[in-house]
């Protein structure tokens, strides 16, 4: 269950990559720690912080890795163990909202472990925003499995890179891409459906009649069967965007919402709160 995030903490999106055990009983080990504080009002960056962990065996580390700028034995023999890094880690995290991918079933759980380990208390959050259940319950299927690198794909941000730091900024990223759909999705509707006239016709079955009713009260006209329907301007909100296209449609609804009737105001308000969406 997600813990509710205290409004005046900061925010740190963190990200660990690990050894991947090949057997049952073998222990993860953290090979990289990378976070980012940001403003929670505004989601500036802060402070960033980034760091290579030598695990305390370094056999289960593999020579060569199957990804991309994946990290190998090689990569982190020389780095620091995890007791030399730990004051750093504990004070990015202790007493901060704690935000990432699937972080509450894995990251937060190897992070106790790797504190356990040297015989100390974790870092506690005083809040925890996950993601991965935020996104799958708000933004629902349409991007796949909703891991990070079919999420990346969805809004044509690039590859995974599977190091920390790197993770961590296409995670706010794609927060940032969701915010923005969900609030189109939520509030383009309310706006084009009262200043539609003189715009192209996009309707919706839920609300067509409910909107030609209206259309007629006002402008207090009968129609015939036979006339065709008035036109109004709707988008429906289940249907998903285009892989890749979502900067288009973006820049389009912004340029309708230039040319409504006196809502110029509204382009700048949801640029700027824009992340309020998830919320």
């Known amino acids: 269950m997600e813990m509710i995030p205290n409004s005046t903490a900061e925010i740190v999106f963190f990200d660990l990559e690990t050894t991947v055990p090949n057997q ?37 580390v593999s020579l060569k ?23 750093c880690i504990f004070d990015i995290l202790d007493g901060r909202v704690w ?10 759980v190897r992070i106790k472990e790797a504190f356990a380990d040297i015989g100390r208390p974790p870092p506690v959050p005083v809040g925890m925003i996950d993601s991965l259940g935020v996104l799958s319950q708000k933004f629902g299927k349409r991007a796949g499995n909703m891991k990070m690198a079919s999420l990346a794909d969805y809004f044509g941000l690039g590859q995974q890179k599977h190091r920390s730091l790197a993770d961590v900024r296409m995670n706010l990223e794609v927060l940032k891409h969701c915010a923005t759909v969900l609030f189109l999705e939520s509030m383009l509707p309310n706006l ?15 609300r067509s009649s409910n909107n030609i009713k209206l259309l007629n ?25 285009a892989k890749g296209r ?28 824009s992340h309020l969406a998830l919320k």
């Open 24 to 60: 049952t009983g073998r222990r993860f080990w953290v090979l990289e720690f990378g976070a980012i504080i940001v403003c929670p009002q505004k989601l500036v960056e802060l402070k960033s912080y980034c760091t290579l962990i030598r695990p305390g065996d370094l056999s289960m």
């Open 99 to 108: 935000a990432g991918h699937n972080i509450q079933r894995f990251d937060s």
């Open 65 to 87: 890795s199957g990804r991309s700028d994946g990290i190998t034995r090689e990569t982190v023999a020389d780095a620091p163990m995890f007791e030399d890094v730990a004051d």
């Open 246 to 273: 979502l900067r288009k449609v973006t820049e389009r609804m912004t340029d309708v919402l230039c040319k409504t009737q006196g809502k110029q105001h509204i382009v700048s308000n949801f640029l700027k709160y």
């Open 217 to 241: 009260k006002n402008e207090g006209e009968t129609r015939s069967r036979k006339s065709p329907p008035p036109t109004f301007l709707g988008i429906q909100r289940t249907v998903p965007y």
């Open 192 to 206: 084009l459906i009262s200043s539609s006239r003189g715009f192209p016709t996009v309707t919706t079955r839920s």
